[in-house]
């Protein structure tokens, strides 16, 4: 294994948690992160799955991540799971992501990445052909006014006939009572009602809290009005998982 000198600071604990996880080789029940939503809920996910190979991948993410063409732009890359994938399969591929941990387990792993997000991309003089918000990464819209800038942003580094290739959540298959409540805070608030205050934790760590959508299908298609995308292809196998083609206008 080579040696780590971490570049994740006090408050990245997503770099942090995938450092030590890429000490582990990804090994299952090793590192856990932790989700803390802004009411107080709490989830527990296994950092293996920043580290799965496509064999391991739902069906619906694999058949996504086959249509990919040209140049790759992979935002939110994590550890770059999919970016690696691609890179195997002899793609280009630049990988962003807002925690300098991520990138730097990224780039241990030969995937070029840089810091930065999706509405602020640091790709002078490239532009690109496929974007990945993959992972649930349409959550990086973080909300109905939020995502205009990012689609804009990401429309700038994007060539003629480009495609965003991603996959979310549908917030209403869950009619748990507790995110019902929440979601109905949401909509009293002016949100929409699928976008989430989180923050994520490990060990002593804690993120700022940022929001992140979780939005069907009619929301998808009325936050893409009025922008350069336009929804090509929504799949998914009727849980709250999907992903979504969307096409260059």
């Given amino acids: 294994m080579t040696a780590l000198t971490s570049h994740a600071g006090s408050h990245d604990p997503m770099g942090a948690l995938l450092l030590d996880a ?51 732009l992979d935002i939110g890359c994590g550890a770059g799971r999919h970016s690696r994938h691609l890179i195997e399969e002899g793609y280009e591929v630049l990988a962003i992501d807002t925690s300098p941990g991520a990138v730097q387990v990224a780039n241990l792993q030969k ?18 052909d496929t974007i990945l918000l993959m992972g649930q990464n349409l959550g990086l819209l973080e909300g109905r006014q939020h995502a205009q800038s990012v ?15 991603a996959s979310g959540i549908d917030p209403y298959i869950n009619d ?22 989180l923050r994520i934790r490990y060990r002593h760590m804690a993120s700022p809290y940022f929001d992140y959508l979780f939005c069907s299908r009619e929301e998808l298609e009325d936050i893409l009005l009025g922008t350069a995308w336009h929804l090509e292809q929504f799949s998914t196998t009727g849980s709250a998982g999907y992903t979504a083609v969307m096409s260059a206008a």
Avoid: C
């Fill in 22 to 72: 890429w000490k582990h080789e990804g090994a299952p029940g090793r590192v856990f992160e932790v989700m803390e939503r802004s009411d107080g809920w709490i989830g527990v996910a296994d950092s293996a799955t920043y580290f799965t190979r496509y064999e391991e991948w739902a069906d619906l993410d694999r058949r996504l991540m086959d249509r990919t063409r040209g140049k790759v």
């Fill in 111 to 128: 995937v070029p990445a840089l810091v930065g997000s999706a509405a602020s991309i640091p790709a002078p003089g490239s532009s690109f």
């Fill in 151 to 165: 689609l804009a942003e990401i429309h700038r580094v994007a060539r003629p006939g480009a495609q965003i290739l």
């Fill in 176 to 197: 748990d009572p507790v995110r019902q409540a929440y979601r109905e805070r949401n909509r009293a608030a002016g949100r929409l009602p699928g976008q989430m205050s």
